[in-house]
């Protein structure tokens, strides 16, 4: 709209004085330039564009099969009006849309797809990538040139992709898909291209293609992929270009160099991935760690862990990808083939510990541990492997009947060497133990229960255990495995009515009693010693009082052996002078003796004479005669000395003419023959009559008597 303003400065009376041709043409001067800048401009914001339609041409309409004009033609025109004034555009022949500028955000993609190009063939799902200026050159995406008109790009959903950033491009010809909308030209898409679009939208919204996919990231990030969960790889399917050639299930890797030219750079690239002979399916180069702007369109991707293979396992892996290969186990090996890495089937070499970006539709990783592990018979008992969750305990029958559980637990080790054709016979380590390892250990002690009674069962535990720690051993080799060792547990009681538990209970009591002596023995050896503890506790209290009396005691005996030898030494001095004494007393009783003696003789010498003389011979023969007697200790010795003597010089005949027994009645004072014999030699010879011969105790009397009287004699002889 046009305001004119008159600044009238006079009357009524002044305008009616102007001619009317004049006032005409300044109304023409004031209105018709606003009017035709009005037909002809168009203004268009900086933030929009303007597609333009043209309503009415000179040459014609579009050809058949175009929706967008290119020379002319009436129709939504092929370039766009950017933001400023625009000259020309006539109200009449052009409608001009606006529409606002097609933003990504930052670290998002936008999808296109295309209403005009060529159409796509039947064995391809996505328009091919042209160079458009990431589809804001709509003639150069129909492939315009100078000289005629070629088309280039396909109608349809898009292989390539717009990045972030803001773009200048033709809604008539493109619906360009963000994450925040569908950006199109209103009132031209009819109902089943908006459902269509958003069907597309919702879709790529669900699988998060509205954002790179994030390999290995946290998915806490706020601009990555919330199904990309950390320490995982990206496998990918791509639904665009040839199909897999017979008996393949994957495809295989294309361009993986970066030196190649057609390298495709992780299936960012679409064209150069199907020009280095890339094909649809599921690839076997997965996505590892890292940032990918992939057209879900061209390509999806499923996130799967990556393959870790723990310390103490190694991963046996079965290839589904590659060649034939050449088998590598050997003519003696039937179970299966052998091959190196990258062909098909069980790889000869296994995996070792750490994580690896392995395809899991490709392949399968076996773990097979190297460590020892341990498997239990043990109902309702099982390691965390989980390989022996379906192991029972073993049931057995003694030869006695008895029907006992066995629990058992064999200690296994596989060689990291031999897993592959551990892998090759059974298929897993839960097979092998399962299909092989426990019928035969359950056969195997069945067969030795049926030899052994249900004592010696539990007896001889220790050797059947060392016996089947040997047979099992050679078993186990014959699988590639080895057994470290078998370790028998309790026979279970769960027999019914009790007769295992009675035969325990009585071996029990039988047990106890041994205990129970070896008990008293010890208390009685404790008790002991515990007697000697008091002992010595006792001994140590009066140590003391022990050492004083000790002492004490040692004191009182040293003191006694003063005393008495101070006695003895006192009693020796009073012997020494007794013997002082006595023996001046025998010298003064000597001397008086001799005094007497000397006067008696000088009296008797005086008095006698002769007879004194005499006197003195028969005293000296007296003497004589007692030291004689003297010297045989015994006077009748003596005595009977001298009558043998004499019997020796006598003139009688030594036999008598008459024998008069004596001593007959067994008298013990009798001296017997020899002694009769003697009486009476010494009564004849000295003169005395005899007695009457026929009566022995008198004879015996008076020879006696006749003894006694001349011992008599010889004593007063030997006196005086």
């Given at each position: 709209?046009?305001?004119?303003v008159?600044?009238?400065?006079?009357?009524?009376?002044?305008l009616d004085s102007?001619?009317?041709?004049?006032?005409?043409?300044?109304?023409?001067?004031?209105?018709?330039p606003?009017?035709i800048?009005?037909?002809?401009?168009?203004?268009?914001?900086?933030?929009s564009?303007?597609?333009?339609?043209?309503?009415?041409?000179?040459?014609?309409?579009?050809?058949e099969?175009?929706?967008?004009?290119?020379?002319?033609e009436?129709?939504?025109?092929?370039?766009?009006?950017?933001?400023?004034?625009?000259?020309?555009?006539w109200?009449?022949?052009?409608?001009?849309?606006?529409v606002?500028?097609?933003?990504?955000?930052q670290?998002?993609?936008?999808?296109?797809?295309?209403?005009d190009?060529?159409?796509?063939?039947?064995?391809?799902?996505?328009?091919?990538?042209?160079?458009?200026?990431?589809f804001?050159?709509?003639?150069?995406?129909?492939g315009?040139?100078?000289?005629?008109?070629?088309?280039?790009?396909?109608?349809?959903r898009?292989?390539?992709?717009i990045?972030?950033?803001?773009?200048?491009?033709?809604?008539?010809?493109?619906?360009?898909?963000t994450?925040?909308?569908?950006?199109?030209?209103?009132?031209?898409?009819?109902?089943?291209?908006?459902r269509?679009a958003?069907?597309?939208?919702?879709?790529?919204e669900?699988?998060?293609?509205?954002?790179?996919?994030?390999?290995?990231?946290?998915?806490?990030?706020?601009?990555?992929?919330?199904t990309?969960?950390?320490?995982?790889i990206?496998?990918?399917?791509?639904?665009?270009?040839p199909?897999?050639?017979?008996?393949?299930?994957?495809?295989?890797?294309?361009?993986?160099?970066?030196?190649?030219?057609?390298?495709?750079?992780?299936?960012?690239?679409p064209?150069?991935?199907?020009?280095?002979?890339?094909r649809?399916?599921?690839?076997?180069?997965?996505?590892?760690?890292g940032?990918?702007?992939?057209?879900?369109?061209?390509?999806?991707?499923?996130?799967?862990?990556?393959?870790?293979?723990?310390?103490?396992?190694v991963?046996?892996?079965?290839?589904?990808?590659?060649q034939?290969?050449?088998?590598?186990?050997?003519d003696?090996?039937?179970?299966?083939?052998?091959?190196?890495?990258?062909?098909?089937?069980?790889?000869?070499?296994?995996?070792?510990?750490?994580?690896?970006?392995?395809?899991?539709?490709?392949?399968?990783?076996?773990q097979?541990?190297?460590?020892?592990?341990?498997?239990?018979w043990v109902?309702?008992?099982?390691?965390a492997?989980?390989?022996?969750?379906?192991?029972?305990?073993?049931?057995?029958?003694?030869r006695?009947?008895?029907?006992?559980?066995?629990?058992?637990?064999?200690v296994?080790?596989?060689?990291?060497?031999?897993?592959?054709?551990?892998?090759q016979?059974?298929?897993?380590?839960?097979?092998?133990?399962?299909?092989?390892?426990?019928?035969?250990?359950s056969?195997?002690?069945?067969d030795?229960?049926?030899?052994?009674?249900?004592?010696?069962?539990?007896?001889?535990?220790?050797a059947?255990?060392?016996?089947a720690?040997?047979?099992?051993?050679?078993?186990?080799?014959?699988?590639?495995i080895?057994?470290?060792?078998?370790?028998?547990?309790?026979?279970?009681?769960?027999?019914?009515?009790?007769?295992?538990?009675?035969?325990?209970?009585?071996?029990?009591m039988?047990q106890?009693?041994?205990?129970?002596?070896?008990?008293?023995?010890?208390?009685?050896?404790?008790?002991?010693?515990?007697?000697?503890?008091?002992?010595?506790?006792?001994?140590a209290?009066?140590?003391?009082?022990?050492?004083?009396?000790?002492?004490?005691?040692?004191?009182?005996?040293?003191?006694?052996?003063?005393?008495?030898?101070?006695?003895?030494?006192?009693?020796?001095?009073?012997?020494?002078?007794?013997?002082?004494?006595?023996?001046?007393?025998?010298?003064?009783?000597e001397?008086?003796?001799?005094?007497?003696?000397?006067?008696?003789?000088?009296?008797?010498?005086?008095?006698?004479?002769e007879?004194?003389?005499?006197?003195?011979?028969g005293?000296?023969?007296?003497t004589?005669?007692?030291?004689?007697?003297?010297?045989f200790g015994?006077?009748?010795?003596?005595?009977?000395?001298?009558?043998?003597?004499r019997?020796?010089?006598?003139?009688?005949?030594?036999?008598?003419?008459?024998?008069?027994?004596?001593?007959?009645?067994?008298?013990?004072?009798?001296?017997?023959?020899?002694?009769?014999?003697?009486?009476?030699?010494?009564?004849?010879?000295?003169g005395?009559?005899?007695?009457?011969?026929?009566?022995?105790?008198g004879?015996?009397?008076?020879?006696?008597r006749?003894?006694?009287?001349?011992?008599?004699?010889?004593?007063?002889?030997?006196?005086?």
């Amino acid at each position: 709209m046009f305001a004119v303003v008159f600044a009238v400065g006079g009357t009524a009376s002044a305008l009616d004085s102007i001619r009317p041709e004049y006032l005409l043409g300044l109304v023409a001067l004031l209105v018709l330039p606003p009017l035709i800048a009005w037909l002809t401009v168009r203004y268009i914001p900086n933030q929009s564009v303007g597609v333009v339609e043209k309503l009415w041409s000179a040459k014609g309409s579009i050809p058949e099969g175009r929706i967008i004009a290119l020379d002319g033609e009436a129709g939504y025109q092929a370039d766009v009006l950017r933001g400023g004034l625009h000259f020309g555009l006539w109200r009449w022949q052009y409608r001009v849309h606006k529409v606002p500028l097609v933003t990504i955000p930052q670290g998002q993609i936008g999808y296109v797809y295309a209403r005009d190009g060529d159409m796509l063939p039947p064995s391809q799902t996505l328009a091919r990538v042209v160079q458009c200026n990431n589809f804001q050159d709509a003639r150069a995406f129909l492939g315009e040139s100078a000289n005629h008109h070629r088309s280039a790009g396909q109608r349809g959903r898009q292989r390539g992709v717009i990045r972030e950033g803001v773009y200048a491009i033709n809604p008539a010809l493109f619906v360009v898909m963000t994450a925040g909308s569908v950006h199109h030209l209103p009132r031209l898409l009819d109902d089943r291209e908006i459902r269509a679009a958003a069907k597309w939208h919702q879709q790529l919204e669900e699988a998060g293609g509205f954002r790179p996919i994030v390999v290995g990231a946290s998915a806490e990030s706020h601009d990555v992929d919330k199904t990309a969960a950390a320490d995982s790889i990206a496998i990918v399917t791509v639904h665009d270009g040839p199909s897999l050639q017979v008996g393949e299930i994957i495809a295989p890797a294309v361009a993986t160099d970066p030196e190649d030219p057609n390298y495709h750079n992780n299936y960012q690239d679409p064209e150069a991935f199907l020009r280095a002979g890339g094909r649809r399916g599921r690839q076997y180069v997965p996505l590892t760690d890292g940032t990918y702007f992939l057209n879900r369109w061209f390509a999806t991707i499923e996130m799967v862990p990556k393959t870790v293979v723990p310390i103490g396992h190694v991963g046996v892996v079965v290839s589904y990808y590659g060649q034939a290969g050449r088998d590598v186990s050997g003519d003696a090996f039937r179970h299966g083939e052998r091959v190196t890495e990258g062909e098909r089937g069980v790889w000869q070499r296994p995996l070792g510990p750490g994580k690896y970006p392995f395809n899991t539709y490709a392949g399968q990783v076996i773990q097979v541990p190297t460590t020892n592990f341990v498997l239990h018979w043990v109902t309702g008992k099982t390691e965390a492997h989980k390989f022996d969750e379906s192991l029972r305990s073993i049931d057995l029958v003694t030869r006695d009947a008895y029907e006992p559980m066995l629990p058992l637990s064999v200690v296994v080790h596989i060689d990291y060497q031999r897993a592959p054709s551990v892998i090759q016979r059974f298929g897993d380590v839960k097979k092998l133990i399962t299909q092989t390892l426990d019928p035969m250990l359950s056969a195997y002690f069945r067969d030795i229960a049926h030899k052994k009674t249900m004592l010696e069962l539990l007896h001889e535990r220790d050797a059947i255990q060392a016996e089947a720690r040997i047979e099992l051993r050679n078993k186990f080799r014959e699988f590639d495995i080895e057994c470290v060792d078998v370790l028998i547990g309790k026979p279970g009681t769960e027999e019914a009515g009790g007769k295992i538990e009675t035969l325990l209970e009585q071996l029990r009591m039988r047990q106890l009693s041994i205990e129970q002596l070896e008990t008293y023995e010890r208390q009685t050896s404790a008790a002991e010693k515990l007697r000697t503890l008091k002992e010595a506790e006792a001994n140590a209290a009066v140590q003391t009082q022990l050492t004083n009396a000790k002492a004490q005691v040692q004191i009182a005996q040293s003191a006694g052996e003063a005393d008495l030898a101070r006695a003895r030494k006192q009693a020796e001095q009073a012997v020494v002078a007794a013997d002082a004494d006595l023996a001046r007393s025998r010298r003064q009783a000597e001397q008086t003796v001799l005094t007497a003696e000397a006067e008696a003789r000088k009296q008797e010498l005086a008095g006698k004479g002769e007879g004194q003389k005499a006197m003195q011979i028969g005293l000296a023969e007296a003497t004589v005669l007692l030291k004689k007697a003297a010297a045989f200790g015994d006077p009748r010795l003596y005595a009977l000395s001298v009558v043998a003597e004499r019997l020796s010089h006598s003139t009688q005949p030594l036999v008598p003419e008459r024998v008069f027994v004596n001593g007959a009645n067994g008298d013990k004072g009798s001296n017997g023959m020899m002694g009769l014999l003697i009486d009476l030699l010494v009564a004849e010879k000295s003169g005395f009559a005899l007695q009457n011969q026929d009566d022995p105790a008198g004879l015996k009397e008076y020879g006696e008597r006749m003894s006694r009287e001349a011992m008599a004699s010889l004593g007063n002889g030997a006196a005086k």
